[in-house]
């Protein structure tokens, strides 16, 4: 059940551009939060099945992600 | 000296007066208001740089706590979170060594190495020293219990199991902790073991505080949604987050069916501790959490014996209401507010006897007592509470106020202008009567009476006397809105010589007066009051003996004065209770000798005594309470012209000269809930001494057209010692057709 729900998963961001969702673990995955400011896209941190902090994050250009939206995006 | 009617009886031909009276008051203006200060950055030692990094401390109105004292000394929240920088020197000296990773098995510390409970314990507690920002409650400290799981979050170390969130919370309860905040969700239910952990904290009375989350969703993500069950006693908060503009963040999730138990706090931009050892700014409804508790620890520290539940009804009650009226499933509650959580809440209430209100408990003094108690030192902190039994510590002494009209009662109405329009007529032998209305404009100014929107006095009297001439009988009857004229016909009639007349109001009453041989005359009065001023005296008699000894007149008095719930004209309400009856008696003595053709002096001295009661209250035990006025002056006849007069008096209108009461206060809330008082006596009398010098002038050009007019000038008047100098005057011209 989980592999099937992860396939989905995998599929369905595979549709969207810029990247509604991207894994960052195995159980982990960053979703983008929409209506935020497009040029500095704001995530959270969702698991399949444990709690996970309720910080925002962004993603640096090497594809890392960071709680500091300066770190990311040049600008608080 | 005064402007009553002419004690005489009215001679000659009926007649029709118009009379013209005006007055004004020359008081010099004393005192002003003091400057108001302080205030959010102006001036407020609180509001520094380190209080602005974070908006967020403003926008849930944190300084008002902190100018008033409290910060959460003493308090400890626990955050169940990633760790915490250990060397942070905002946070290093206040990590309590019971701090712990409670995830088993993994030999990790509790620094922090992801970072995310650096940042959330920062804005709950960092500590203000003058470095980069403080939190809410920087006197707190934290009970840091690290819980995040390695595997399967990687790389992050931000993922929480149900059962160490469970052990986290476990910990906490053991280690006493009264607040936690855990700043993480998920989508699904946690776990029975994670259900049974919370239900045992919030059993223990411990508030938890839970992050909302960042779903954008209609409803708190769990745990946080446990907010909505009752089975957690209301001891679950959820909470959104805010922008600077106090509007629901696009990410926060809403209030949803966890409103009545969700509140909101600013969690957009949030500038906190990093775990690099400095600052960072950082959004979420993770770091709106912490901002409830540390407002939680301060209001522990502010009401320690409050229960939890109590904690939470302040912060729900004072939130401000945002979005919908009302609780509403967006912002649930409205948004965090300290200041307003501290404030006292409804109604605040003295804990003496039935409980008065405090906006109802007042001492309103009569003239006699000047300012007296108005500065009792005791009465400045007394305790008081609000409807949820919180305690405050207010100033009583503005609610005694000192007595009002005092040039009033001096001028006789300061009027500004006044119309009156009299008939008097002779009946026959059954005497004369007399029948007038008068409409008196008062001055604004001179009358600090701010809730006298009518400032048009209409006033009337009856009066009715005979005198057999040949018995010497002379008895009269008078009724009337207006100064108790009945009063008049006694000799030397005025504040100053019987000052117990200024105790009566309006009201009706009687004479009688008989001569004694060619020498003496024994004169009797008797008032009634109608009831229209509570602080007026229900009855005055008045006995009165004059004679002859040479040249001189000699005059000895004895009244009696009896007032309903008043003391002198004071008035007592609420906390402070109410008088019984009270009578006083009053003795004067007097005189006037002649000192050459058309000169005389005249003096006389009033003693007052009066032993009063309270019903219920603050004040008891008083003792006897002795009063006093005197007046000593010369009177010059046919001065400019045949007929009229000059006078020049000193004098004290009546003045308190002994008086003490008890005080009992009410000053502190025990842990038990009772309350402890004390008790001490204090001196009622007034601090100052008004003396009056008047100055007046009569002439009569006729038997139709008189004038009158006389200037006075007061030293501490009201008998406050602080009071400047007040000078009034007045002139009333009457004329007759």
Redesign the interface.
Known sequence: MRLAATALLFVLAACASPPTMVQ?????WM?A????DPTCV?Y????A????????FYRKRDGSFT????EACGA? | MSFNRNPKMPSGVPRLCLGLTLGLSLAACGGGGGGGGGGDGGGNPFATAEFRANYGLGNIRALGAYTAGWEGTGQTIAVIDTGVDVDHVDLDGKILPQSTDIAAGNGRTLNDTFGHGTLVAGVALAERNGVGMHGVAWGANLLAIRADALNPCDPFSACFQDDDLAAALNYARTQGARIVNMSMGKGGIPNANFRNALLAATNAGIIVVIAAGNATGANPEYPARFAADPAYSGLVIAVGAVDDDNIIANFSNRAGVASTNFIVAPGVSITTTSNSGGFASASGTSFSAPHVAGAIAVLRERFPTATAAQIVDMLFSTARDLGAAGTDTVYGRGLLSLSDALAPLGFLWVPVDLGPLVEETELRLGAAFGDGLTQAAALSDVLALDMLGRDFHIDLRGAVLPARDVRASAFEGAVLRSAERAVDRRLGDFGRWGLSFTDTARLPATLPSPDDEDRTLRSWWMQSGTKHTQTGLYYGAAAGRGTPSVLAPIGFASRLTLPQFTLAGTGSGAFLSQDLGKAARLSFAWHRGDGSDPTAATSLGQAWLETKVGRARLAIGLGQVDEEASLFRSTAAGGFGTFSATRSQFVTVGGAVPLTTGVAAFASLTAGLARPEMESGMLSGWSDVRAASYSVGVRWQDVLTRGDRVGLALGQPLRVEHAEVDLTLPTALRADGSVATSTRRVDATPSGREMNIELAYDRVFSEAASLATFVSVARQPGHDRNAAPAAFGGIRFSLGF
Request: proline share 7%.
């Open positions: 960052v673990g195995a159980d982990t979703i939060i929409p209506g935020g704001a959270r941190l969702q698991s099945t444990q709690a996970t902090v309720q910080s925002l709680m500091s939206r300066m608080p």
